[in-house]
């Protein structure tokens, strides 16, 4: 992340030095909600559920579907039946 923004892996951290924001926090955070937005775009329909997730660095399905469900309050293959398979 630090090398994509031309900044060093000590300022990438200074950044998130505040109290309630941790770097790992915001990348927690922000992977669920990676996925939950490709999941719901229907030009990644034929992606499976698994290739998105591995897309956003979730290496093990059940943790991915642990830590979607917690997030969203329901499995990834709801939410996107949810959103992709309703009129």
């Given at each position: 992340?630090?090398?994509?923004?031309?900044?060093?892996?000590?300022?990438?951290?200074?950044?998130?030095?505040?109290?309630?924001?941790?770097?790992?926090?915001?990348?927690?955070?922000?992977?669920?909600?990676?996925?939950?937005?490709?999941?719901?775009?229907?030009?990644?329909?034929?992606?499976?559920?698994q290739d998105i997730a591995a897309r956003?660095?979730f290496t093990h399905a059940t943790d991915?579907?642990?830590?979607?469900?917690?997030?969203?309050?329901?499995?990834?293959?709801?939410?996107?039946?949810?959103?992709?398979?309703?009129?």
């Amino acid at each position: 992340m630090a090398a994509h923004h031309h900044i060093s892996v000590r300022y990438l951290h200074l950044l998130f030095q505040r109290p309630e924001t941790t770097l790992m926090a915001w990348i927690r955070q922000r992977r669920p909600e990676n996925c939950r937005a490709d999941l719901a775009d229907p030009r990644l329909r034929a992606h499976s559920i698994q290739d998105i997730a591995a897309r956003w660095e979730f290496t093990h399905a059940t943790d991915f579907s642990r830590s979607f469900r917690r997030a969203y309050g329901m499995s990834p293959k709801d939410h996107r039946h949810s959103v992709l398979d309703s009129p």
